[in-house]
């Protein structure tokens, strides 16, 4: 068989059920090889939405997303969405087109060394040079993509090795275990809980990529302790659970910076530091970190770690749970944080103003929403009150990108969440801004016929620029841009239009956008006014 024909064996091996990408002319005889496959490619309109679909069907699966591009500028437009992959923890294999061999050692159409260029950006990443090497090729990528910490490979194939006749089949498939901790180790873990005063727990997304959510509500209730999300790991446990202080990361003074700065102790399980810089919750480094995850910590003077509990993250909470004491525990210390949060969504759920106030886009969309609605935020000003406002019951029901936080992510991702929780509500919120970054993916929506709601916050402008803008010089700068008509841009694509035109409309509209089961798209102003009056709001809070 020819290498494309081999590399497509191996795919299906790993059990890859879709590929999202755009073809190009030096990958054609991959595509020819997809033809009789019984893998799915999913044709996108941009590169970039092909690498946001695949990182989300990564996170959501646990298994890795696949993306394809060409060379030279599909290369290049696929490395934003893989980066994004990378930098959040989503397991992805991207595959890209190269040209020959016999050209690459000079200046030459369309060309450049992007093994050099995607090194920065993945885990591991190669060319294929020698059709033998495929199968060794595929089973390292896919394996170094779900270790822990979970991410992105890359693997080039040149135009002539791919048409190269090869006689080989796929590598056996072999699961990787993490270890746990040893028993000495659990058992100081427990200890440093039990004689904290005010222990306070910080929950990542690693919690959700090893599946342990259950054990860290057991841990929770057993220990008694108030627990802190990160915005990538929202629904660890419940936002009803009265430990939970809801989310932190805004980033300067909120309310949950009271907890962190009466805490003793900061147990932190499955965070990542790129997510939520030390500094911005322990600035003096004054308060000790118990540090539970897959690998040791980050060396950082504002994260200093009292002890690593490294490897399983799952076996070694339930490890904790038995070794930790049942413990009857004041949490009046926090019990504020979580009030005031609560009292501030409250407040604005029957707000009249217009346009419609983020606290009140917020609290309608959770009412209307069900517990296992997928709400997928894109980047921008309305990212930070769906990350401070928007509840979650359980883990991957709200998706937020804030690694490498790239704007576009939702529409393509609302795509890729619907194609494997097809039985969920999915909803895009996204502003008018990072909207038309991909709104092009409407029609890919439209084409694989998948009901998604894509919740537009629009005000003309990149709002979260100007809300830094403001609180730096009180004036904004060059962040003004016109809009289309979006409703009307929308059923150009085949989706139902909506408008928001007055407050009591929003609820009752996204409740119709829902029940039609078929690609909507809701047009609803917002007032950002609200951004600058939160920031003095917050610059107030007295602990």
Known sequence: MKVAELLIKCLEHEGVEYIFGVPGEENIDVMDALHDSTIQFIVTRHETSAAFMAGTYGKLTGKPGVCLATLGPGATNLLTGVANANMDLCPIVAITAQAGLGRQHKISHQHYDMVSVYDEVTKWNTQIKTPDVVPEVVRKAFKVATEEKTGATHIELPEDVAKM???????????????????????????????????????????????????????????????????????????????????????????????????????????????????????????????????????????????????????????????ITEKERDLTWVSHVRNEALTELESFKSDIEFPVKPQKIIADLRSVLEENSIVISDVGAHKMWIARMYHSYQPNTCLISNGLASMGVAVPSAIAAKMVHPERQVVAVCGDGSFQMTSAELETAKRLNLPIVILLWRDEGYGLIEWHQMKAFNRSSHIKFGNPDFVQLAKSYGFEGLTVEKPEGLKPTIDKALSLNKPVLIDCPVDYRENMKLTEKLGNIIC
């Open 165 to 323: 006749e090869i006689e080989s089949s796929p590598l056996n498939v072999v699961p990787h275990h993490l270890s746990e901790a040893d028993e000495p180790v659990i058992n100081e873990a427990a200890k440093i809980i039990e004689q904290a005063k005010h222990p306070l727990l910080l929950v990542g997304n690693g919690v959700t990529r090893g599946d342990a959510d259950e054990e860290l509500r057991t841990l929770v209730k057993t220990a008694n302790l108030p627990v802190v999300h990160t915005f990538m790991g929202k629904g660890a446990i419940p936002w009803t659970d009265e430990h939970s202080l809801l989310t932190a990361g805004i980033g300067g003074n909120d309310y949950i910076a009271c907890g962190f700065n009466e805490s003793d102790l900061i147990i932190a399980i499955g965070f990542d530091m790129a997510e939520y810089s030390p500094k911005s919750w322990n600035p003096e480094g004054k308060t000790p970190i118990l540090h539970i995850d897959t690998k040791e910590a980050e060396i950082d003077a504002c994260y200093p770690v009292q002890l690593n509990v490294v490897g399983n993250i799952k076996e070694n909470i339930k490890n904790l749970n038995k070794a």
